[in-house]
């Protein structure tokens, strides 16, 4: 699930991002990667545990632009997210999710 609030005093999208439970029951620790962090490991934002399950993180994204990103569980499994606003092919064979930041 993915939540946007566009400021008024400054071009950002504050983007809330939830990895629900069921879509890594097992998991320990979710990390998410994406453009907006040159899917750099080092650079990744790790989303907190809620007490449901689901995991959670708030980052603020520059508006107007269009963030590819994937969810990164226990260091080993990459997932998309459900509710991404669009999805696009890499060369991997795989798709990325993608955020829409437009207001």
Do not use: H
Request: charged share 35%; hydrophobic share 40%.
């Amino acid at each position: 699930m993915i939540k946007k609030q566009f400021l008024k005093s400054k071009p950002v999208c504050k983007t809330t991002f939830v990895l629900p439970r069921e879509a890594a029951p097992e998991a320990k620790e979710v990390y998410i990667l994406g453009s907006f962090n040159d899917w750099d490991v080092e650079k990744a934002v790790k989303m907190k545990k809620l007490k449901s399950g689901d995991f959670k993180a708030t980052i603020d994204l520059e508006t107007g632009k269009e963030y590819e990103f994937r969810y990164l569980i226990d260091g080993r499994v990459w997932e998309n997210d459900a509710e991404a606003d669009k999805y696009v092919p890499t060369p991997f064979g795989v798709e990325n999710s993608v955020v829409v930041c437009l207001n």
